[in-house]
């Protein structure tokens, strides 16, 4: 079985993205040895040089990234090596324009960028296969590799190719889900508009059409896409390890909901030795720590709760917004730190050296154009060092606390045209639940619908347009057995093909809510209407309300005004051992709070007390002990009380009652056995 933590590396991993083919050999000594300076312990290499490793088909050269890597291994430094099938040659596709992808809008798109692929292309996939096989069969045995990299960020910028290649594939895939056209018609609903098909050869993608296309097939096509490029990774992964039996294989995802949504990382989080994630700090007027915190709580859920490792971040501003601007002093270690307290093995960048060249020249790097005599440098060497001291924590997992229900297949149904307000949207109620959840001081872990959730005493479910019975099922059965569920409003609605379930909405989710809705009444643009609740407090919320009908559930706040005045906007409902809250409007995460502190209760879980806004604490736990991770985001000096005395390891100071964190830095104590 291969390994699942990078070979060879005894500390936190430490490094980024090297790129040396785009510097002369001449470079590549002064990079050893800053790497050295910087405690760089491991970098990625050669993802995007498969036009250099085979310059003509079947022609390889392996010469620089031979003398790349024994220079790499002769300076202690470890080796994440890439298959560059994300960037085929400009040859291959002059000899196979076919395996350039095609737009829903009939549009092919040209070389020049990089992710132009065609994953049902036989050309690309037998071209991918064999220099795979060429790198596996040269570094297998070579010293410096930890562990193998295939391909680079899939599902970024192409999700889905709609090509006529694509369309056969396409059907091949359906008759092997459903295993008759029948059986399509039934699930897609083909009855409606009379899209009635007779033969797979029918059957198209949902390309542009005059008007909104069938849902059902549009879902599907979005599940295909995704299952043939993870198709693609496998045939990959597979013949790494044949080849180099033992090592890792990993690739790089991008679990923020900001950052990519054609991928299902629930599914191909089972197929990595290792889950590593990419993130970047999204510019959007937003507390960026947050849409971290999520980002990371999300990937390690990912993983099953087990370690991964970020493997790309941003030692300062990025070059791809609208906006980019640079970090501030001290944001880059609070970056790398938060992601090592919600189980990262590490810190890793793009990139190592900052490029002259290309798109993305004023991406930052950990050796910017500045040099060494600027302040990302003198950063990056601090952190170095403050992660090299943290080796003792490897393996020991991150603590949550509750847990939110999150499901991609249901926000690409729900993402589809036409439905009813389109300014709901699945990923802003995510971000505020989990801002609520966070401001709470509580550690998320996410969950698929259809997991088990028996170890949590809270679960949030923010948006699940699309539930299957066996969700339905599972969140009863959860709350039956003493569990505390919040479901916020459009959950419960559909099965798996987008049909509506039988009856009264929710759907699936009425029977553990304990309600049903006669008709949703969504609000105009900057409408909002106000909720009363208990002691007469008041709550604003906008975009939604509804006509509830409580049928076993008690109401808790009741709309005051707007289309339901009079009815319930949030209810309660105890079933079995357990408690379903159900918010029916959308509240931001401050108003959130209200229902989130009276469910916690519910719950039996105990306010953290005493703990700042925008002041982290987070606990990993493991064989090596338990370890207090306090990241202060704030502008002034926090005091945060600690569950026992312990030793700072960034410091080497002790700890007791207390622990005083500087305006914007990080502490991570190891409390004593």
């Not at 076919?98 to 071209?127: D, K, N, Q």
């Not at 601007?325 to 190592?352: C, D, T």
């Not at 060092?385 to 997992?397: C, K, P, Q």
Request: glycine letters at 10%; proline letters at 6%.
């Amino acid at each position: 079985m291969p390994e699942t933590t990078p070979q060879g590396l005894h500390q936190l991993a430490f490094g980024g993205d090297y790129n040396p083919e785009q510097w002369p050999e001449s470079v590549w000594q002064e990079d050893v040895r800053l790497m050295r300076e910087a405690g760089v312990t491991l970098v990625s290499v050669g993802i995007f040089s498969w036009a250099l490793l085979e310059p003509e088909p079947g022609a390889y050269d392996f010469g620089w990234l031979d003398r790349v890597l024994d220079l790499l291994h002769e300076h202690g430094i470890r080796v994440d090596l890439g298959t560059p099938t994300v960037v085929p040659p400009a040859w291959f596709y002059r000899a196979h324009p076919e395996a350039l992808p095609v737009s829903r809008e009939g549009t092919r798109y040209a070389f020049g960028s990089r992710g132009a692929i065609c994953h049902s292309s036989p050309a690309y996939r037998e071209a991918a296969a064999r220099i795979t096989t060429e790198l596996a069969g040269r570094y297998a045995a070579h010293p410096a590799l930890a562990m193998w990299h295939v391909h680079n960020e899939y599902g970024v910028p192409v999700g889905a190719c709609y090509c006529d290649t694509c369309a056969a594939h396409f059907r091949r895939w359906l008759e092997a889900r459903y295993g008759s056209v029948d059986a399509v018609n039934e699930a897609w609903g083909t009855a409606f508009w009379g899209q009635r098909y007779t033969a797979y050869e029918q059957i198209d993608p949902p390309r542009l059409t005059p008007t909104v296309g069938n849902p059902a097939q549009q879902l599907d096509y979005r599940r295909f896409a995704d299952a043939t490029m993870r198709e693609n990774f496998i045939s990959e992964r597979d013949t790494l390890h044949r080849l180099s039996p033992g090592t890792p294989v990993t690739t790089n995802f991008m679990t923020a909901l900001s950052q990519c949504d054609s991928v299902d990382y629930w599914a191909w989080g089972r197929e990595v030795d290792l889950v590593t994630n990419d993130h970047y700090l999204i510019t959007d007027g937003r507390r960026t720590h947050v849409n971290l915190a999520m980002a990371a709580d999300l990937t390690r859920s990912v993983a099953g709760g087990a370690p991964w490792l970020l493997l790309e971040h941003s030692t300062s501003g990025v070059n791809w917004q609208p906006r980019n601007p640079a970090k501030r002093p001290g944001e880059m270690a609070r970056n790398s730190l938060a992601h090592v307290a919600r189980g990262s093995e590490g810190a890793m960048f793009f990139q190592w050296r900052q490029s002259r060249r290309g798109a993305e020249k004023f991406h930052s790097a950990m050796v910017p154009h500045a040099g060494t005599d600027s302040r990302v440098w003198r950063e990056v060497v601090r952190l170095g060092a403050d992660i090299g001291s943290l080796a003792g924590l490897r393996g020991t997992r991150t603590v949550p606390d509750v847990a939110m229900v999150w499901d991609w297949q249901s926000w690409w149904a729900q993402s589809l045209e036409w439905r009813p307000s389109e300014d709901h949207d699945a990923r802003e109620r995510a971000d505020s639940f989990y801002e609520a959840l966070y401001d709470r001081h509580l550690t998320v872990d996410f969950a698929h619908p259809e997991a088990d959730l028996s170890a949590y005493p809270l679960v949030v479910v923010p948006a699940l347009y699309l539930t299957t019975e066996a969700a339905g099922a599972n969140l009863r059965r959860y709350v039956e057995n003493g569990g505390t569920l919040v479901v916020s409003y459009f959950s419960g609605i559909v099965d798996e093909h987008d049909a509506v379930h039988p009856g009264a909405h929710p759907g699936a989710l009425r029977d553990v809510l304990g309600l049903t809705v006669e008709e949703w009444s969504p609000l105009g643009a900057g409408e909002t209407v106000t909720l009363t609740g208990p002691d007469g407090r008041t709550l604003g919320a906008d975009v939604w309300t509804e006509f509830v009908v409580p049928r076993g559930a008690e109401t808790v706040w009741t709309y005051a005004d707007g289309p339901a005045a009079g009815g319930p906007a949030v209810t309660r409902h105890r079933l079995g051992r357990g408690t379903a809250w159900y918010v029916s409007s959308r509240l931001d995460a401050a108003a959130l709070d209200a229902i989130l502190g009276a469910a916690c209760e519910d719950g039996g879980i105990v306010p953290r007390t005493g703990l700042p806004r925008d002041v982290e604490v987070v606990r990993r736990s493991g064989e090596a002990g338990d370890h207090v991770f306090v990241i202060n985001h704030t502008g002034h000096d926090a005091k945060v009380p600690l569950a026992g005395p312990g030793t700072e390891l960034l410091s080497g100071e002790r700890a007791a009652g207390h622990l005083t964190v500087p305006a914007g830095a990080v502490r991570v104590v190891r409390l004593d056995a």
